[in-house]
């Protein structure tokens, strides 16, 4: 192992891979990223590659809005921005409310044009004819994002960034655990891993649910929570076609989105207790299964009884606004972090790796996230959306 670097990423999701992508591609400096799980597991062993990664924009910050649309613009591309293809599928996303989040809803519609976005506001009647398959009965409004769309496979962009970040010179460890983090005079000093120590200028905390257990190695509290939510994919009597739109149901908290054989794939945002991310239930509950898609089929009633093909868990990052911690810590000169991205960080992988890069380069990220500072949690000053804490639409 190297005994010095510049920036050592700790964690291979989506935001360690593509920031270690755009370092090793775009600045002169060297980075190392440090992945516990080994080659073989890696890909599947975070948030990341569990992620149902449907790529949205309706959110009520300028910043998620513009990091969505950047993002959108880097995975439609990916060959040409990243250098591989991957599957990316343009199907549209159906948001819908009832009546405490109409005025929230209608805002939104407005921000997200106003930045471009091909959406529009649909009244009850207007949903009930462009899509006759719903049951809108109580719905007050919907959103139709027509530019929404989703990565097929959430593990095909982590492997490109990482293998093309490898390629411009970046050093993957994978099997090497971060176990502290060393310090002297308020700023990042090295790494200590199972593997050896390495001298660092920055340290990236990329590392997802685990984000609490890096925070202790430097006696801070990072208060992201680990949270299992559970997918269930179904086949309906008349197959769900790639392209029909991903439909969320923004009051009862559950989503589907098409997969390939006709398969809806199915989840919700269930905020259970916190769990222990290398030790968690990866499989799916019975009790689940029934609960989402009697919320799901009380909207797209062809889905009730579906056959149930397999089913799954992966964790959310979750801090207590629902919005990510990100940026240079104040006590800690070189200490980033990019972690809590409570459940809807995928789309935004591209674009903070972006970001991180230009922070770490210049000091100044071209987009303002000074907001998403750990600090709001010691001040209270959480941040405040549309839809209110735990609803992570953001
Ligand atoms: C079921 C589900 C559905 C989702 N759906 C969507 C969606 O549709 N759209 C969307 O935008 N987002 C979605 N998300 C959220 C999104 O997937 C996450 O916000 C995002 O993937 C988080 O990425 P990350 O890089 O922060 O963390 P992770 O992908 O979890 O990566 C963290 C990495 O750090 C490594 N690590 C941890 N500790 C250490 C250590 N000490 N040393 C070395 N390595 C370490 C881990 O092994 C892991 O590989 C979903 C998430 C889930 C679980």
Redesign the pocket.
Same mark, same amino acid.
């Given at each position: 192992m190297i005994d010095k670097i510049d920036v050592g990423i700790?964690?291979?999701?989506?935001?360690? /891979?593509s920031t270690a992508f755009h370092i090793a591609r775009d600045t002169k400096l060297n980075v190392a990223l440090?992945? &516990?799980?080994d080659e073989n597991t890696?890909l599947d /062993?975070?948030?990341?590659? @569990?992620? /149902?990664?449907?790529? @949205?924009h309706n959110y009520s910050t300028d910043l998620m809005i513009k990091s969505a649309v950047k993002s959108h613009n880097i995975f439609k591309n990916f060959k040409k921005e990243v250098g591989e293809p991957i599957e990316f599928i343009n199907n549209s996303y159906l948001g819908i409310v009832a009546d405490k989040k109409l005025n929230a809803l209608k805002n939104i519609v407005k921000r997200v044009q106003s930045f471009g976005i091909n959406a529009v506001f649909l009244s009850p009647e207007e949903l009930k004819e462009k899509h006759p398959y719903l049951n809108v009965e109580g719905v007050t409004g919907a959103i139709h994002n027509l530019d929404a769309s #989703?990565v097929y496979d959430?593990q095909e962009p982590l492997r490109i960034y990482a293998k093309q970040a490898q390629n411009f010179g970046a050093k993957f460890y994978y099997n090497? &655990?971060?176990?502290g983090i060393k310090t002297s005079n308020n700023s990042v000093k090295s790494i200590v891993?199972d593997k050896g120590e390495v001298k660092v200028n920055y340290v990236l905390n990329?590392?997802? %649910?685990?984000a609490s257990?890096?925070g202790k190695m430097i006696n801070v509290d990072i208060p992201v929570i680990a949270q299992r939510?559970? +997918?269930v994919d179904v086949l309906p009597d008349k197959k769900w076609g790639l392209t029909r739109p991903t439909f969320s149901d923004h009051e009862q908290q559950v989503?589907v @989105?098409p997969m390939r054989g006709g398969i809806a794939h199915c989840?919700g945002h269930y905020f259970g207790s916190e769990c222990n %991310?290398d030790k968690y239930n990866q499989g799916v509950d019975n009790e689940f299964i029934l609960d989402v898609m009697k919320k799901i089929s009380l909207r797209i009633p062809s889905l009730k009884g579906a056959k149930v093909v397999k089913g799954y868990?992966? +964790? #959310?990052?979750n801090t207590s606004d629902t919005y990510p911690i990100v940026g240079e810590m104040e006590e800690l000169n070189g200490f980033i972090n990019?972690?809590g991205?409570?459940?809807?960080?995928? &789309?935004?992988?591209p674009m903070f790796g972006i970001l991180l890069k230009e922070l770490i380069e210049t000091g100044k990220p071209s987009l303002d996230i000074d907001f998403l500072g750990l600090k709001r949690f010691e001040t209270g000053k959480l941040i405040k959306t549309a839809y209110g804490v735990n609803a992570p639409y953001g």
């Open positions: 700790i964690g291979s999701g989506i935001f360690g /891979a440090f992945e &516990k799980h890696w /062993a975070g948030s990341s590659g @569990r992620s /149902a990664s449907i790529v @949205r #989703y959430p090497t &655990k971060v176990t891993t990329c590392t997802g %649910p685990w257990e890096i939510q559970q +997918l989503y @989105r989840g %991310p868990s992966g +964790l #959310y990052e990019c972690v991205w409570s459940g809807h960080g995928y &789309k935004h992988g």
